[in-house]
Structure formats: structure tokens, C-alpha cells
């Protein structure tokens, strides 16, 4: 899948929510790329970013501050993510498996920019 891919989706599940009957006035993304593509959409239909609809990413990828609005999202700590990766999979090679059902949570910021 080419990097572009993600903001098409975006793209692509922007305009099928500004069809509804009733427009949300807010919008989530599951990653920055997939934000940006819903942004563009948005723009397309004139719609004012965050004054009719905010938009929020997750990631805090780079381009997220070079945007404008600068999209509001939500960073991860990805070394954090990767050191409790490693863990897990050291203590499976040991023989010690997580429970089914077993969930980390992980540290997270809300980077608030100019789209919502």
C-alpha cells in the first residue's frame, strides 16, 4: 500500500459522512494521513475546519504540523510501545504467555493544533 493510501481512505469516508442527513460536527480519524484526506474533503465542500466540523488524527506524524489548520492528534509514544513489545515477546520466548483478553494501556497527549 503507497503512503497515499491512508489519506484517500480519509478522503473517500469524509465524503461519505458529509451525504448524512445529519453532519456530524466533529470527526476522528484512526491515523494523521486518514485526517489530512478527511481535511481535503472537507475543504472541498467549503466546509470550515474546525469552525463547522473539527478533525482529530492520531500519530502526531510530522506533516501534521506542516497542515493548515495544524491538525489537532493524539502522539503516541512509540518507543514506550516498542520497549512493551519486546517485553511481551521475551517473556513468550521464556514460555510465559499474556492471558488472552490482556490489555496494556499506554501513555498518550492530546497535541491540540488548529483543527478542532
Known sequence: MSPAMPAFGG??????????????????????LMAIGAMEALRE???????????VGFDDIFVARLVSPGLTTVSQFQYDIGVAAGETLLR??????TPKGTNREMPYKLIERGSA
Request: net charge positive; proline share 5%; charged share 25%.
Open 92 to 97: 513468550r520466548l521464556r514460555g510465559v504467555a
Open 45 to 55: 465542500q467549503g466546509i470550515a475546519i474546525p469552525g463547522e466540523m473539527a478533525v
Open 11 to 32: 478522503r473517500e469516508a469524509a465524503r461519505k459522512l458529509l451525504t448524512r442527513a445529519v453532519r456530524p460536527t466533529a470527526l476522528f480519524a484512526a491515523n494523521d
